[in-house]
């Protein structure tokens, strides 16, 4: 079955930049996303790419994606206090009725 | 209303117990999906609704758990005869579009659910 595998944690300094990586097995993945969760809240969609995009860049946060490895990673630049989350990967094949798979999600820690 | 709503926000029950999990998704959203997330784990999905059936429900992990949509719009998760193990956030997420396209999901802040 699909697999989504992200590391569980990540210590950044604040003004620095984080770099949230995640590798997937499921080579028929047509969209990729990177949600962010803070504590007691609902997941939020940060951004997404889709599978013929290899880099999308949207303000402080740039999506890179390396189809053929199957390696997505979220590069949050100049990052925040407010940054500190769970920040999960998932991916969905788009044509099915089954949603996202979801990674386990990394926790980035923020030092000041 | 602007986002998705769950209630309650937090549910504790005893073993044995049957329980009801809302959702309210947002206008308009055709797509709703139900997800519980475990402690330290991501969300794993249950089921998903377009319009008022079940589309997929392969994710429900026993005859325990049921959901309904009966309008379209709101949804119910009910889970019977609750043991320990089904304690969670059980999240739910609604889309604007439809299998096929790309799935926006907008998640509510979920139900943490505590059996005792």
């Known amino acids: 079955g699909e697999d989504v595998e992200q590391s569980l944690f990540l210590s950044v300094r604040e003004g620095d930049s984080s770099v949230i990586n995640c590798t997937y097995t499921?080579?028929?993945?047509?969209?990729l996303y990177w949600y962010k969760q803070e504590p007691g809240a609902g997941l939020q969609l940060l951004t997404y790419i889709f599978s013929n995009m290899d880099m999308k860049q949207d303000q402080r946060l740039t999506v890179l994606l390396n189809k053929k490895d199957k390696h997505l990673s979220l590069r949050i630049a100049d990052t925040q206090t407010g940054d500190s989350a769970i920040y999960f990967c998932?991916?969905?094949?788009?044509?099915?009725?089954?949603?996202?798979?979801f990674g386990k999600g990394t926790h980035l820690i923020i030092q000041p | 209303g602007a986002g998705v709503s769950q209630t309650p926000s937090n549910k504790v029950t005893e073993k044995g117990k049957y329980v009801e999990l809302r959702c309210d998704p947002i206008?308009?959203?055709?797509?709703l999906y139900w997800y519980r997330q475990s402690l330290g784990q991501g969300p794993e999905f249950l089921i998903y609704?377009?319009?008022?059936?079940?589309?997929?429900d392969s994710g429900l992990p026993n005859d325990r758990f049921f959901a309904v949509r009966p309008e379209g719009s709101v949804s119910t998760l009910k889970i019977q005869r609750t043991e320990r193990g089904d304690s969670a956030v059980y999240l739910c997420?609604?889309?604007?579009?439809?299998?096929?396209?790309?799935?926006?999901?907008?998640f509510g802040s979920g139900t943490q659910l505590s059996v005792l």
């Open positions: 997420a609604s889309s604007l579009d439809s299998p096929g396209t790309n799935e926006k999901l907008f």
């Open positions: 609704f377009q319009g008022t059936g079940a589309a997929d």
């Open positions: 499921d080579s028929s993945s047509t969209y």
């Open positions: 998932a991916e969905s094949e788009g044509g099915g009725a089954d949603g996202l798979t």
């Open positions: 206008s308009g959203h055709t797509a």
